[in-house]
């Protein structure tokens, strides 16, 4: 009897855990910095499209900064995908050497 409690326990942890780390797993987060932006409309066309874009989570585009940071799903896209995107907009990701 109380094995088998501890066994229920031990699973609902287990799948818990489970959950969380495959989450946290495929969920990337990259800045690019994006060329031409010169106010809120630009961000907000740049926003656009990266949200409308399958796998984007969250996307924070700032003219101000002149970058974007974007939170992804890594199971279903990748950083030059992400770039294509932007200069799909008019305006240009600016590649950065890799630190
Ligand atoms: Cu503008």
Do not use: H
Request: proline content about 1%; glycine content about 6%.
């Amino acid at each position: 009897m109380l094995s088998r409690i501890t066994n229920l326990v031990l699973g609902a942890v287990l799948v818990l855990s489970v959950g969380v780390i495959t989450a946290a797993a495929f969920t990337k987060t990259v800045t690019i910095k994006v060329d031409g932006m010169k106010c809120a409309k630009c961000s907000a066309s740049v926003t656009k499209a990266l949200k409308a874009t399958e796998g984007v989570q969250e996307a924070q585009v700032s003219s101000e900064k002149g970058e974007a940071v974007i939170k992804y799903d890594d199971q279903k896209l990748n950083e030059a995908k992400l770039r294509e995107v932007i200069n799909s907009t008019g305006f240009k990701a600016v590649e950065q050497p890799s630190q």
